[in-house]
């Protein structure tokens, strides 16, 4: 059952929307889920991870690469999306500042299959090493996987409507859920499922909530539990 009240999402997205209107930018500012959690202990709890795709791309910006194969190169070159192929890897030379660098510049990765098999042995003696900084990063995680059979610009789409939520040291966290351009019933769907999913996670459910507040890029956090 969510303890989540459909009235004061909606009221806090109209606040942000309405805020956002009076103060015009000269980009689209995203929202962020701002969640603050009680009653666990991260040394001693286990920390949970996990990702669930939301109706609606919250980030279309969102920088992608494509570690591929000859064929996943050309097909990414087509949807404009920024490629590497093995050669381009193998010029990092395992190189950890340059191997961070990478992992910087993109918010996630996707890699053919007989790409991700090298990533190891092209970035670094073992994945806790040079080529940690993959999935380190606040946004960067190990690449996932697109085989030929499937289109490049949906796991592309997918990629950019997915959110993870991730318990490390600290008993709070942020998420990018949407952003000013979307309607604010795609706001709202998007908000709801992001919600219903992070509880789903928690130990003991809504008992592990303390908070939870929705802000875009620019704006004030408004309270929605």
């Not at 609606?56 to 690469?65: A, L, Q």
């Not at 003696?125 to 999935?135: E, V």
Request: charged share 30%.
């Amino acid at each position: 059952m969510s303890k989540l009240q459909s009235e004061a999402l909606r009221e806090a997205i109209t606040q942000i929307t309405t805020d956002c209107k009076e103060k015009k930018r000269n980009f689209t500012e995203t929202i962020e889920l701002q969640i603050g959690l009680k009653n666990y202990d991260p040394q001693k709890d286990k920390r949970f991870s996990g990702s669930v795709k939301l109706p609606h791309i919250p980030r279309p910006k969102m920088k992608i690469c494509m570690l591929g194969d000859a064929q996943h190169v050309e097909e990414a070159t087509k949807i404009g999306l920024e490629s590497m192929d093995v050669e381009a890897l193998k010029k990092l030379n395992k190189n950890k500042k340059l191997v961070k660098k990478l992992a910087k510049k993109y918010h996630a990765f996707l890699a053919s299959e007989a790409v991700i098999k090298q990533i190891p042995r092209l970035l670094g003696p073992g994945l806790n090493k040079a080529g940690k900084y993959f999935w380190q990063m606040k946004f960067s995680k190990f690449p996932t996987l697109v085989s030929h059979q499937e289109s490049l610009e949906s796991k592309v789409n997918e990629t950019k409507a997915t959110v993870k939520f991730q318990l490390k040291k600290v008993l709070c966290m942020g998420v990018a859920v949407g952003n000013l351009s979307m309607e604010e019933k795609q706001i709202f769907q998007n908000v709801q499922m992001s919600v219903n999913f992070l509880v789903s996670l928690l130990k003991k459910n809504w008992q592990n909530v303390r908070c939870l507040f929705l802000k875009s890029t620019m704006g004030k956090p408004q309270r929605i539990f």
